[in-house]
Structure formats: C-alpha cells, structure tokens
Nanobody
C-alpha cells in the first residue's frame, strides 16, 4: 500500500502549484485523504482533507481561500491546488489516507487516524 506525492517545486510568492497524491496497491474509494505539511523546525500540521465521497472538505485557517482539495476516484488520485503561495507555505507536503467509508467525514486536525502516508513533496516559496 503506497501513496506517492508529486507536483512540488519552487515558486515565487503569489505563485501556484498543484500537488498530486496517487495510490498504488489499493483504491482510495473508502478513504478520506488528508494533506499535511511540515516546515523546518516546526511540527507537522494539517492543511486540508476530503471525505471518501468528496462531500466534505476541510481546511486549516492559514490556507482557506487559497488552497483547494479535490479527488478523482476514477484515477485513484487526490489533488491540492495551491494558489497565492506565501513564504510561510514552505514545507514538505504529505498526503495520507484514513480508512473511513463515511462519505461525508474527514479530519484535518488529528493526523493520528491516518494509516497510510506518502514520502512527501517539497514546496519552496521564495523570490
């Protein structure tokens, strides 16, 4: 069971990136998916999540209005569109899967419930 993130890179403040999270060895259908990040010297924090049915999305206050999470179960992938990036968004971004067949439930704060994690993709925001 594996999650693979991609799409990270370096952008200038105000720029955009789209992160992808693809699953291999299992299907994402019954999993809520979360995006988390860890900046140097800081604890890991929840960024966003989407329920298994795509009905519910949640965001950290720091990214509301700038980031958008989506999923395409047909291709077994989840995406994080990041706009208006700021230097504070610099971090290693991880996606994670939480077995939760409830189509309208996802948890962005409690990372402990997420069982499967990717290796992360680096996002750097600097001029």
């Amino acid at each position: 069971l594996q999650l693979v993130e991609s799409g990270g890179g370096q952008v200038q403040p105000g720029g955009s990136l789209r992160l992808s999270c693809e699953a291999s060895g299992f299907t994402l259908t019954n999993y809520a998916i979360g995006w988390f990040r860890q900046a140097p010297g800081k604890e890991r924090e929840g960024v966003s999540c989407i329920s298994s049915g795509g009905i519910t999305t949640n965001y950290a206050d720091s990214v509301k209005g700038r980031f958008a999470i989506s999923r395409d179960n047909a291709v077994n992938a989840v995406y994080l569109q990041m706009n208006s990036l700021k230097p504070d968004d610099l971090a290693l971004y991880y996606c994670a899967a939480d077995w939760n067949p409830s189509p309208a439930v996802c948890e962005v704060v409690n990372s402990e419930r997420y069982e499967i994690w990717g290796q992360g993709t680096q996002v750097t925001v600097s001029s």
